[in-house]
């Protein structure tokens, strides 16, 4: 049984928590974040910890307590430090650039595809690999995700988009059956 909702969260220096009825507001470095707790979920604040503690014992109930534990967690590292993921092209002539905000991707398709960063997300661009960050976790990663669905790497050549330190498996591809096929016998 997982006891995510009952560890406490220790809130940085540079981060400030302000706790008014089922609504959390986090400034941090970074920019500011909101949440609402849902029903059933109490907050108490105390000094630089924030513990999340649950009315009811049900199955459900305890779902809902780590998850608003978690989720409470990652928006005070969100506004702290910031979340981000990277993505790397592997394909030859496959390019990526910037035009101001956006991400312009050279992926031999007969256009240039442009991406605009919603708000919140800033897109870089390092050593070729593609950095995506921002605040919210779910955002940066769904951003990542919708990026990498562009040209997913395929299993033959590994070509395509594909997170940092993601590993794809290769077929054989048909070379490597036809060879295992042929016995010579008529």
Do not use: C
Not at 95 to 112: K, Q
């Amino acid at each position: 049984m997982s006891r995510i909702g009952n560890a406490i969260i220790e809130i940085p220096k540079e981060a400030t928590v302000t706790v008014a009825g089922s609504h959390v507001t986090l400034k941090g470095p970074k920019g500011t974040s909101a949440f609402t707790v849902p029903e059933g979920i109490n907050l108490t604040l105390t000094g630089n910890v924030l513990d999340v503690k649950r009315q009811q014992n049900d199955g459900a109930m305890r779902a809902l307590h780590g998850f608003v534990r978690a989720e409470l967690a990652n928006h005070i590292t969100g506004v702290t430090t910031g979340w981000t993921k990277t993505l790397e092209l592997s394909g030859v002539g496959f390019r990526v650039a910037t035009s101001g905000e956006s991400l312009v991707l050279t992926l031999g398709f007969s256009h240039p595809v442009t991406i605009a960063p919603p708000e919140g997300i800033s897109f870089q661009i390092v050593e070729g690999k593609i950095v995506v960050s921002g605040i919210n976790k779910q955002q940066v990663g769904q951003v990542a995700a919708s990026i990498r669905e562009i040209k997913k790497p395929e299993p033959y050549k590994g070509k395509g988009i594909k997170y940092a330190g993601e590993y794809i498996r290769k077929k054989a591809g048909k070379a490597a059956k036809a060879v295992g096929a042929s016995t010579g016998v008529k």
